[in-house]
């Protein structure tokens, strides 16, 4: 395989990861009445779960194998 068959594979599953945490039953799970440093749970785990894909794919872009 070549190094662009790779990443492609790599960032497939990345958008499968984000399909999967921005779904309905995982989502459920962070629809707390409860606040993370002032902010609602739900929006705290939103941003974290954004902010992680976006890492991993730059992660996966600008490495080399």
Request: glycine share 8%; hydrophobic share 65%; proline share 5%.
């Given at each position: 395989?070549?190094?662009?068959?790779?990443?492609?594979?790599?960032?497939?599953?990345?958008?499968?990861?984000?399909?999967l945490l921005?779904?309905?039953?995982?989502?459920?799970?962070?629809?707390?009445?409860?606040?993370?440093?002032?902010?609602?749970?739900?929006?705290?785990?939103?941003?974290?779960?954004?902010?992680?894909?976006?890492?991993?794919?730059?992660?996966?872009?600008?490495?080399?194998?």
């Amino acid at each position: 395989m070549g190094e662009f068959e790779v990443k492609a594979q790599r960032l497939v599953a990345l958008c499968l990861l984000g399909l999967l945490l921005f779904n309905y039953p995982i989502l459920a799970l962070f629809n707390v009445p409860a606040t993370v440093f002032g902010i609602p749970v739900l929006y705290a785990y939103i941003f974290a779960a954004w902010s992680l894909l976006i890492a991993g794919m730059a992660i996966v872009v600008e490495t080399g194998d």
